[in-house]
Structures are given as C-alpha cells and as structure tokens.
C-alpha cells in the first residue's frame, strides 16, 4: 500500500509568508531578466548595437497605486518559455546561472501581492503574450490562466514586463532607501561591467561605496591581495584587503553566486574566524578588514540570501580563511604607538575615533536633540578653563560638525600639560562650540582601543553640548541640568549605533 504526495494549489497562498525580504524578492525578477540576457547575449548584443542600447532593467513601486513593476529589454519569452516559466518547480535549462530552482518568479510576485501579470515579446517573434495570475482563485482551483496574444509587434522588439497589484504591503521612505542600496550592492558586477542598467524609482543605480581605499603597506603597495582555494572539492576564490579610512558599515565580506551577491554589504557576512563574536565587534577588524568571496559551486538557498552548507563546508571554509586572510587581520588590527608612550590609544584608534564620533554629530536626530527636546529649567552656571582655550587658539580643529544652525569644533591639545583640566568648552556664542580635549591627561593612558577612545570623545563633546544647551536655550545653568541634558545625548549614540547597519 502506498500514499500519494500531493500539493493541493492552495499552496500558493502561503507564498506570501515565506522569509523574503523586498530587495531579494526584487532580485527574483532582476535574476531572471540578467540570465535571460547571458543565455542570449549573442542575439541581444546584435540587438542591443543596432538600437544603440544595452541591457536595462526598470523596477517601479508606485506606492499610491497600489502597483509594482519591473521591466526589461532582455531576450523576452516565447510561447514555450512563457510556459515554462509560470509552471512551479521546473528548473530552467541551464542550472548554472541565478535562476535556480524554477520558483522565483512564481514565490516573489505571490509574495509581494495577489493579482500580477506577465506580458512578454521575444526578439525575432511577432507575438506579446500577456497572462495574469489571481493567486485566491488559483488557490481555489481555477489554474487554467488566461493568455491574451497580440500578433501584430515589429519583430525587433524584445522586452518582459511584470505587475504585481493588491500589494501584501506598502514600503516606506526607510525601506525604499534599503531596496536602493541592496540592489546596487547585488548587481554590483553587472553594473561596474557595463552589462547592466538598474534603475530604481528613475534612479540609475551605481555602485561606489564610501572609505574603498585600501591602506598602505611598509613596502608601498596597497593592502589588497586575492586568494583562492578548495572546499571539499568546491573552488573559493576572492579577494581580502584593509581599508584606509574604516566604518562598521563598509567592512566584512560579501558573497558572490555567478557574479551576483547573495548576502554583502549593506548587511555583509562576518565569519568569526576573522572577526570574533557572532556578527562582529566594533574593533579595527570590524572596521576595516573588507573582502569578496564567490562560492559558485555551493548551493544557494531558496530566497538567494545566504548559502546552504551541507556537512562540514561551512567550518572548513572559515578555517581556510582565516589562513588566506590572517596576516591582513593582523594588519587590520595592529597598533602604532609612540616610542614612548604604549599605554595610551594610536594614532589610527585616534582616526577611527574621530571618523566615528564625525559621523555621529553629523546625523539628522543629532540636530534634532540639540534643536527640538526641552531643557529642564535649572540654575545657571559658568566655568572657563583658559590653558587649554589658549592652547587651542593656536590649533586647527580635529573635526568640525553642523549640528543644525550650531558648529562644533573638537580641538586635541596635546601640548598641555598633563596637571591641565581634562577638557573645557566655550559654550557661550549662541551658534558656536568649541569642545578642547588635553590629550596629555593621564586619564588617556588608561584607555585603549578605538571604542574607549571614542567614549572618551563623546563624554568631552557632550559635556560641551549639554552645557552650551542649558546656557543658549533655558537661559541658565547648574549642575544637574547639565547631567540631564547630557543623559539624552548618551542615550542618543546608543540608538545611532544600533541603526548603523
């Protein structure tokens, strides 16, 4: 006796549940509109040269119309494709590309809303054939899909366009900014190539990221290297390098599938191997160590955001890894310090420091706790420290920072004297703050690495801003109205850091 498998239609329904997020359902559509183009580059390159074009891929949300659109002027679908393609779990012809599994379109389009269509024309074809899917009357057994044929288009012509109305979800200003980045970090190759025009919203997308100089080596040359090696028979190739000015939110490695990133930067893969605990720490590492890695041989999972590793490929991908990329760590991580001085923070924990507090006075929610969040009325105080004033006239600012209407100066002494006040503010011109650190403290010797040199930083320059807020917005000031004021702002970085990706 025997049971038969059966997957009822109603299936369908539970596409919109699956673990998408809307930058890698968007990449269903793009993924198919790319390998569209390399199975036929041939046909399409003639194409594309008499139409003085090249492959371009448009993807629409119109929020207020309820409607998503991706088009393209690829190879375009003929009858038996079109098919093909709107039948579930068929794999296309060729397994080696990014359309994997026969699913994608079918899974994203279910995923974004109910009712969407296909209207495609093939390059050399006369006929456009549109069918339109109603997922709840599929669902309920209607899967008959009508197709509307129109014969009389120039065979020149070659496009796909998809529609997805009766949308599962709306996508805010936040969501649309993250759709934008992912896309252009995904088809980062295809675009850097030439091979690719993505536009989002009429935006054409690029791809350059801030802080891609790479440190430079004692012997000259930069600190990037490629690397390649096997994984139970799977080749890994890549490429690892240190970069010159740092951020959380540029390092760690992206993983490549047929030139395609499945999982990098905005949101980049961190093995603990190289960067410690699970996702990473805010250390050197964390903050410069940058790499590429294609795992063409390895097996992608359904929604193409991250890798399937089967037995023990994972463990022994970051084992060889760790190997290829150890003395770049190494270089990541490594601190120049003064002959004389090895207790303080270096010279590069320092510009780190500084990189990351710029940053964070530079945010739009900085200006607005500066701006907007109330004073508690309290006493009115005064202190001026005129040593390290005096000492900061005769240098230039670290950095400076428009908060707003105000402009913060952060000002380094470091020939004061260590018997001098760890830090004085001049506070009292209403669009100026000039916070001055003594950097000959013996407090500083007590802090190392990058993170303590920038809680040390955001404890001086909030000291300022708390002080400069009380005197320019209450109109006095004491003690614990500058406590207050300041416990807002440390509670500010907090939330800042935790909304850095």
């Known amino acids: 006796m025997a049971v038969q498998l059966s997957l009822g239609l109603d299936v369908i329904r539970s596409y919109k549940r699956l673990a998408y997020t809307p930058w890698h359902a968007l990449a269903e ?29 448009n993807v629409v949300y119109a929020r207020d119309d309820g409607l998503l659109r991706v088009s393209d002027n690829a190879m375009g679908m003929s009858l038996a494709e079109t098919e093909r393609a709107l039948r579930v779990g068929i794999p296309p012809p060729n397994l080696n590309g990014r359309s994997q599994y026969g699913m994608g379109l079918k899974t994203a ?29 599929v669902a309920a ?38 759709i934008r980045d992912f896309l252009r970090s995904m088809y980062r190759n295809d675009i850097s190539d030439g091979i690719l025009t993505l536009t989002w919203q009429g935006e ?3 791809w350059s990221v801030p802080y891609s100089q790479f440190a430079q080596a004692p012997d000259g040359t930069r600190y990037k290297k490629d690397f390649s090696f096997d994984v139970n028979g799977k080749n890994v190739h890549g490429w690892v390098g240190v970069l010159e000015r740092g951020g959380r939110a540029f390092a760690g490695f992206s993983i490549l599938r047929s030139g395609r990133v499945i999982r990098g930067w905005p949101d980049s893969w961190r093995p603990q191997s190289l960067y410690g605990q699970m996702q990473g720490s805010n250390d050197l590492v964390n903050q410069r160590l940058q790499g590429e890695i294609n795992l063409d041989a390895f097996t992608v999972s359904h929604t193409k955001d991250d890798i399937l590793w089967f037995g023990d490929e994972e463990q ?8 290829e990329c150890r003395d770049y760590r190494e270089a990541a991580r490594s601190r120049r310090r003064s002959v004389n001085d090895e207790r303080g923070p270096s010279r590069l924990e320092i510009r780190t420091a500084l990189e990351e507090m710029e940053s964070e006075m530079s945010a739009a929610a900085m200006a607005d706790a500066i701006e907007i969040d109330a004073v508690p009325p309290r006493e009115l105080v005064d202190a001026a420290l005129e040593p390290l004033m005096l000492a900061a006239s005769r240098n230039e600012p670290a950095f400076r920072a428009q908060v707003g209407e105000l402009s913060v100066a952060l000002f380094l002494v470091g020939d004061a004297s260590p018997n001098d006040p760890y830090v004085a503010v001049e506070s009292t011109v209403p669009v100026s703050l000039q916070v001055v650190v003594n950097m000959q403290h013996p407090h500083l010797s007590q802090i190392s690495g990058s993170q303590g040199v920038l809680n ?20 006095r000031i004491d003690p614990d109205t500058v406590k207050v004021l300041k416990d807002q702002l440390l509670r500010l970085s907090v939330q800042l850091e935790e909304c850095t990706p």
Not at 40 to 54: I, P, Q, R, T, V
Request: with cysteine.
């Open 316 to 323: 022994e991908l970051e084992h060889k890894l760790a190997d």
């Open 29 to 57: 559509f793009v993924d198919n509109s790319t390998q569209s183009y390399f199975d036929n580059a041939d046909a399409l390159k003639g194409a594309y040269a008499a139409a003085s074009e090249g492959l371009t891929v």
């Open 109 to 137: 389009a279910c995923w974004f809303g109910d009712i969407w269509s296909v209207r495609t024309k093939r390059l050399g074809e006369t006929v456009e054939r549109t069918v339109t899917v109603d997922v709840e009357q």
């Open 204 to 206: 054409v997308l690029d």
């Open 141 to 178: 057994g209607a899967n008959d899909l009508p197709m509307c044929e129109r014969g009389d288009r120039p065979r020149h012509e070659h496009y796909t366009i998809i529609e997805v109305g009766q949308l599962h979800r709306s996508m805010q200003t936040r969501t649309l900014g993250k």
């Open 456 to 475: 040390y930083f955001r404890h001086c320059v909030y000291d300022g801003l708390a002080e400069w807020k009380a005197r320019n917005r209450a109109g």
